[in-house]
């Protein structure tokens, strides 16, 4: 691909990827919750994710999804499930009565921090959870690709600058985490910020649910 076609590519991944989304959102809760170190298991899920999706439209799997509508609804009720999961369980979840007390450290639903294998899952789950990720690559990708050229490294150069641009954008919103997370050692604004949060992913996934392909 030409230089000129790379700049545009990387425009259009830097203006995609800042959107807020459900990936956003929930690094920078974990970024709250456990701060910018162990987030980086968060962000190390949702860009697995959407590198391994960012593959396998590259494979066809795009122009399949497209062709069985029906398959394509069931992955997208499946996603929508598990965001709205993720939006109830935060609204219901516990804050612990000392976490006024508590110096240093935010208090919100899990006061003790998770393994980063549980924060990489989390991350992996939300991040593949929306196939209309998959159809948005399928779609994106071929416009930026010159056929007259071999089409394998011009997909690694795609791939490794969106890989960039998001993780660039997965610290922003992490830092941003960290900084609301020194104000929630407050059990009562530790609360609020769980109901947020939990409405916000049960809108995620509201949206998801109703939004035809």
């Known amino acids: 691909m030409s230089l000129h076609t790379w700049w545009l590519y990387l425009a259009t991944v830097f203006v995609v990827s800042a959107i807020p989304g459900p990936n956003m959102l929930l690094i920078m809760t974990h970024g709250a919750q456990y701060g910018l170190r162990r987030s980086s298991a968060t962000m190390a899920g949702c860009l697995s994710a959407l590198v391994l999706m960012l593959s396998v439209s590259a494979a066809g799997l795009g122009v399949f999804l497209q062709a ?38 935010p208090a919100l639903a899990a006061a003790s921090a998770r393994r980063a294998g549980a924060l990489y899952r989390n991350g992996f789950l939300v991040a593949s959870s929306n196939p209309k990720a998959i159809l948005f690559a399928a779609a994106l990708l071929p416009q930026f690709i010159d056929a007259s050229r071999p089409t ?16 660039s954008w997965y610290l922003v919103y992490a830092c941003c985490g960290t ?35």
């Open 152 to 167: 394998l490294p011009q997909f690694g150069v795609l791939v490794a600058t969106f890989a960039v641009v998001e993780v």
């Open 68 to 105: 069985w509508p029906a398959m394509f609804n069931a992955l997208r009720l499946i996603g929508a499930a598990y965001l709205v999961y993720l939006g109830v369980k935060a609204w219901i979840a516990r804050v612990p009565e000392e976490a006024e007390a508590t110096a240093g450290q």
């Open 179 to 213: 900084r609301i997370g020194a104000t929630l050692k407050r059990r009562r604004v530790a609360k609020a910020f769980n109901r947020l949060t939990g409405g916000v992913f049960v809108g995620f996934g509201a949206m998801m649910a109703l939004v035809r392909q």
